[in-house]
């Protein structure tokens, strides 16, 4: 089974803070993406990536940055953490650029105080 | 504007029973319906997914139909258990310029009492 390993399942950082959420396929995807996700509105697409070095904007990727230097680890960069971005982060890793394929990792709580 | 829109918003049944959950999409155009289940604190995780020439696929004792004339899909679970309490997603794809994009529902929570 494709498996897909988020560093941290809960993570508190103070405002303004500088914050790192990793996350690494083990299955030589070339897609993966982050999404976060808030109580009553669903998943929403940050950025995504369909290849190392590449790298595109989803729907909400204000206040967030990506990494992708290695096929198997895609990261969320957060430049300057703000209570707003106190979410539930998931990431995803696929065979496909469409959704069809997904795995998702176990997410990361994080709180920004 | 694509949406999915999932019904009911949560539900409550005993453990035996059955139910239906509803996802009703104007995702244009369509690619594929995909349900996730997604216990508490965790990620989801695929149940089913069902392109537009597919009408029902089982998946143990979940079954999801797909009506692509009047854009509904439904999760039926048949003698509920109480592992089976957890929030379910429908996905629904589109391809538009070469890239797929995907609407999500903001899900049904269903909790299955003893």
């Known amino acids: 089974d494709v498996k897909v390993t988020q560093s941290s399942r809960y993570l508190v950082k103070r405002t303004g803070e500088k914050v790192f959420l990793e996350c690494v396929q083990d299955m030589d995807h070339e897609n993966m993406f982050w999404y976060r996700q808030d109580p009553g509105l669903g998943l929403r697409l940050i950025y995504f990536?369909?290849?190392?070095?590449?790298?595109e904007k989803g729907d909400i990727p204000e206040g967030y940055s990506v990494s992708r230097e290695k096929k198997e680890r895609f990261s969320l960069i957060l430049e300057s953490a703000s209570t707003n971005q106190t979410s539930m982060y998931l990431c995803?890793?696929?065979?496909?650029?469409?959704?069809?394929?997904?795995?998702f990792g176990s997410g990361t709580r994080l709180t920004v105080v | 504007k694509n949406q999915v829109e999932q019904s009911p918003q949560s539900l409550i049944i005993l453990e035996g029973k059955n139910c239906t959950l509803q996802c009703n999409y104007t995702v244009s155009p369509f690619s594929n319906l995909r349900w996730y289940k997604q216990d508490t604190g965790r990620g989801p995780v695929s149940l089913t997914i069902m392109t537009f020439s597919e009408n029902t696929k089982s998946n143990g004792r979940y079954t999801a139909t797909l009506d692509a004339d009047t854009k509904q899909s439904s999760l039926h679970i048949t003698a509920s258990q109480l592992s089976d309490s957890a929030s379910y997603i429908c996905v629904v794809s589109a391809l538009s310029g070469g890239s797929y994009i995907p609407t999500f529902g903001r899900g049904t929570s269903l909790i299955v009492h003893p």
């Open positions: 995803a890793s696929s065979p496909y650029r469409d959704p069809l394929g997904y795995t």
């Open positions: 990536s369909y290849d190392v070095k590449m790298k």
